[in-house]
């Protein structure tokens, strides 16, 4: 909306305050505004916003703004890491470089729980870093501004197409934006780089109901005895989205299964490591969640791919049934058969298997421990 706009927190209605657009029959549109247009599942919780050219029952502003607003929903999938980042933030960080490119912008969001605003509060401050946001929840006062966007743009699953912004930004700009959110240029790493060893950071998925290493305690013994100093990322310790970026900015390898945890991959920096357990059938998830994005934020990609013995779905099965031994024609490219991969799936580890990848994720490692210390010196 370009003109003058009034938003009536009550009704999730924006009002145009431009009497010139007043001609009947009004128009009224109504927008879910969050980037899944087609996933039914994560757009049934996202309420609807009104745009009209109807006037406002009071054209009265309880607080009137001199900045334009940007207005979404933080409901979907929120809750989970990788929607977060993916439905959310890296769509703000686009449609700001789109639309607001050296501009203030008010960030006005519907539906936002109080924990998600205290689990975000750095990065969404560094969004708007010179206006409070506005929560919509229990609102009550109308609020104007010269002008509203409605809705984020997104180009893809973790994806930023440099091509279709006016200012070419890529997934590199949008991990440095986060360092610059969460780290300032004197925070020390939690980590000194001057260890001899290198540090391997492990994604914890135990408590979880799908996709845990059933032998993680061993596998955690074997990245010692690799040569690793390891650390068991468990997000209900590591509290603060502030601690878990330092922790794993200070990583040289993240290691996890196929998940929410390795979208940390974020945090990481250029030249570290990620090792990706791949269970069976998630192949194409693990591709374009975390393999594909790697290389665009100048990471190691090294990927473990799990044999039939080493899923649980074998055990409960049979390793020669068509689930475990090839999910393309078990699935036949229906979700609803997909989901078994994802939600009734863990994993044990082949520790003499899996030795060879921790090698060649340590010899990684320690080339980029190396290249940090002579640029240190």
Sequence with gaps: ?????????????????????????????????????????????????????????????????????LVFNARGYNGNFYHEINDIFIPLFITINSLFHDQDVILVIVDGMTWWYQKYVDLLNAFSPNHKIINTNNLTTAHCFPSAVVGLIKHGPVTINPKLLPNPKTLLDFSTFLKNAYIKEDTPLLFPSNNSKPLLTLVDRKGSSSRVI?????????????????????????????????????????????????????????????????????????????????????????????????????????????????????????????????KNQNVKIDLVRFKKWLMKAYEKAKMFMNSTSQVAS
């Excluded at 247009?37 to 009104?50: G, H, Y």
């Excluded at 601690?243 to 290691?255: A, D």
């Design 1 to 69: 909306m370009s003109n003058p706009t009034l938003l009536d927190p009550t009704s999730l209605t924006l009002f145009t305050l431009n009497p010139h657009t007043r001609i009947q029959p009004y128009i009224n549109v109504k927008i879910q505004p969050y980037p899944l247009k087609s996933d039914k599942n994560a757009m049934s919780s996202v309420r609807e916003v009104t745009l009209t050219s109807a006037p406002p029952k009071s054209s009265q502003c309880g607080v009137t703004h001199n900045i334009p607003a």
């Design 214 to 342: 059933l032998n993680q305690e061993e596998v955690v013994k074997l990245a010692k005895e690799v040569g690793f100093n390891v650390h068991v990322l468990d997000h209900s310790k590591d509290s603060t989205m502030a601690n878990v970026y330092r922790l794993v900015h200070s990583s040289h390898v993240l290691l996890g299964v196929h998940g929410a945890g390795l979208t940390n991959l974020f945090f990481l920096r250029q030249g570290s490591v990620v090792v990706q357990v791949v269970p069976i059938g998630l192949e194409w998830a693990s591709d374009t969640c975390y393999k594909n994005p790697s290389p665009f934020l100048g990471l190691e990609y090294v990927e473990y791919k799990v044999e039939a013995n080493e899923s649980s779905l074998s055990w409960d099965y049979g390793v020669d049934s068509l689930m475990v031994k090839d999910p393309k024609a078990y699935t036949e490219g229906k979700w609803e058969k997909s989901i078994v991969y994802l």
